[in-house]
């Protein structure tokens, strides 16, 4: 039970560096860098890094969901057991799935077919839909991270 716990421990926090580091570096480092570029030269970075960048959003959540809920059933012995820190953390997480999931469906499906349209005005404003479900998730990603790195010392 130790390896399985020090494994799905590993791995849940690899996948939450993944997806939350990858959200703050978009966020705060690429988003301003590309600001000031031609909108068709910006939407295409876009478009590009969302190509790149969704594939491991999508296998994170599958590792966080199969780690954090193996944790919950094989080390701490059900939801009983678990802390407060791991119910909020679920809820949380939960929800950034969710918005991800949306922001997946809606938006970037809408921005995917406007690029190809080269419908600039359309791109920008599901690229503008994103940027606010990242700014989100992201702020719930880091809110996240620190319940389950204090969680456990809260008393």
């Known amino acids: 039970m130790r390896l399985f716990a020090i494994v799905a421990l590993g791995l849940h926090s690899l996948a ?7 959200m703050f ?3 705060m480092c690429l988003r301003p860098a590309a600001g000031p570029m031609e909108p068709a030269d910006r939407l295409g970075l876009w478009g590009r890094s969302f190509e790149r960048f969704f594939p491991w959003v999508w296998a994170s959540v ?3 969901l199969a780690s954090g809920y193996g ?34 469906f809606v938006p970037y499906r809408r921005f995917k077919k406007a690029l190809a349209a080269n419908d600039q005005a359309e791109a920008g404003r599901n690229l503008n839909q994103i940027r606010m479900i990242v700014a989100i ?5 880091l ?11 809260w008393g």
């Open 71 to 104: 944790m919950i059933f094989f080390v701490f012995g059900g939801f009983g057991s678990a802390g407060v820190h791991v119910h909020l953390m679920q809820a949380t997480g939960l929800l950034m799935i969710l918005l991800f999931m949306h922001l997946w």
């Open 25 to 27: 570096f978009a966020y």
């Open 137 to 141: 998730n992201l702020t719930l990603g």
């Open 143 to 153: 809110l996240t991270a620190i319940l389950g790195t204090t969680g456990r010392y």
């Open 16 to 22: 939450a560096i993944v997806w939350v580091g990858g």
């Open 62 to 64: 599958v590792v966080l």
